[in-house]
């Protein structure tokens, strides 16, 4: 992050006293609060993309959730499901899930359908990072499970599958993995309890491929395409050339070609390319002012840092030399960031200190 990189070293030598130091790198250290405030109100895309953000909620929906795309719906569930047996039609269900008591929960969610068998597929979007993702998901699959009960004594508790797929671009473990897969088993033996529930959390950051060929498997691929999609850097047609170059059967080569197809916005409808550019406008405004809080948590973190190692830094400089004083100031820093739980590579790209040094602290 550009505006928390140190710029100690333009201070004067005759500028050591403590007031002075202590203004100096505070100023020096503040993000740019206006460039923030400015993203808040215009989004941090700087550009008008042609091709349609699918993790706009609207964006999703239009290409997975609808009768005309319900094709691409049945290509993304047996590519993230890798199924032993594809799914070959799917029916949509009321995506409103409402509370059965005064004051409940009540959820939307982005997709909700049902396959020929009658298994029930879940598929929510989450941007920002959410407190208890999993129990929040492991909630609502639970409530389509309770769901399928029938009155009378004669119901036996023959439930149907309940597949939840959570697309999250955020990473919500210490030790994250792009595909995490979930079940009821005996935790000794690995015995499966019941297959009724199957959960799938994809956490995006984790796919760091640059492009199609780096990606290992089928359900990569289609998260690394609608990745590209989101950036907004490249245009139909040059995403439909990857495709085509790539060398996909062509059962998927054509689910990829008709989302693309699909997310050119300039096949939209007026009225459709206003609802989807109203909620691209929130869904802006939302990460940017989530960027913004974050920045404010790392402000709040240098400057807690500041006063400690000032301090201790100018001690030291009066025997060791203002050089020291200012490395010792940096490491109470980087160390106040780190019990804070800030990532290493952000410590070291705020501090110029190398990510060895910050580990050792």
Sequence with gaps: METCRSKEQGLSEKSLTRGTDQKKLRELSKPNHQAVVERCASGSEHHQSSVMNPFVDWGFKYLFGTERNKRNLVGFLNLVLE????????????????????????????????????????????????????NRILYYTCRLIDQMGQPGDKWNYNIDKVYSICL??????????????????????????????????????????????????????????????????????????????HGLNEEIRETFLNVLEEANLASLSKSDKALYEARLKRYRDNRACLDYAIEQGIEQGIEQGIEQGIQQGISRGLIEGRAEGMAHSKREIAKSMKNKGLDVGLIAECTSLSEIEIENL
Excluded: W
């Excluded at 799914?87 to 997709?111: A, Q, S, T």
């Design 83 to 134: 199924l032993e047996s594809p799914i070959v039609e799917v029916e949509y269900l009321n995506n409103e899930n409402i509370p059965y008591y005064e004051g409940g929960r009540e959820c939307v969610f982005d997709v909700l359908c049902t396959d020929t068998t009658g298994a029930r597929f879940l598929i929510e979007v989450q941007n920002a990072p959410i407190s208890y993702i999993r």
């Design 168 to 245: 999250m671009n955020f990473m919500y473990e210490q030790d994250p993995v792009l595909k995490r897969e979930f079940m009821l088993q005996d935790p000794h033996t690995g015995a499966l309890f019941t297959d009724r529930i199957h959960i799938v959390m994809l956490q995006l950051p984790c796919l760091d491929a640059k492009s199609l060929s780096e990606c290992n498997l089928l359900y990569e691929k289609l998260l690394y395409l609608l990745l590209q999609m989101k950036n907004g850097m490249s245009t139909i047609e040059e995403l439909k050339r990857k495709v085509y170059e």
